[in-house]
Structures are given as C-alpha cells and as structure tokens.
C-alpha cells in the first residue's frame, strides 16, 4: 500500500499524463493503469489494505490541490476480466 505523503506527487504526475492525452473525464483506474502499468482488482482485500481504494481516498483527499472532482462511479472489468467499480473523476 502507498503511504499518504507519497502519493500526491505520483497522483500529479498521473493526471497530467492523462491531461496530456486529451482526457476530460478518468476513472481511478485509469491512474492506477499511469501509475503502476496495469490495473488489477484487489479482491478480498479488505478496503482499509486495499491499494486500490488508498489510491482512491487520496484522490479525494488531494481533489483539491489535483484540480479534479469526483463525477460518480462505475462498474467495469480490470485488465484480468474481473468485475469491479471505480470512481469517476472529472479533471
């Protein structure tokens, strides 16, 4: 799991590549595929040990500092065909 104070510079450095790439609307996903190169599920990983939902809490946490605002959420497949739910992100 990332620690807090080192995910606002990597979350920065994500959406402006996303930014670069034309992109108005992104999913958690979509910065955790920046991020880390792919994006995988965490089933059975409780949220509190959940990569994944760190990345998310601090996307809300830095919303402000990152310019972005949370626009709702969806249900989609990871890079492995697995079911599950990301935030949507407007930036």
Do not use: C, H
């Amino acid at each position: 799991m990332y620690k807090q104070n080192e995910l606002l510079p990597l979350l920065m450095m994500a959406i402006a590549v996303l930014r670069q790439r034309g992109e108005s609307m992104i999913r958690t996903s979509d910065v955790i595929r920046v991020m880390e190169g792919l994006f995988l599920s965490d089933r059975g990983t409780t949220v509190q040990l959940s990569r994944n939902a760190g990345v998310g809490r601090a996307l809300s946490k830095f919303a402000d500092q990152l310019n972005i605002r949370q626009s709702g959420e969806v249900r989609l497949k990871d890079d492995a065909g697995n079911r599950t739910r990301s935030a949507v992100w407007a930036i």
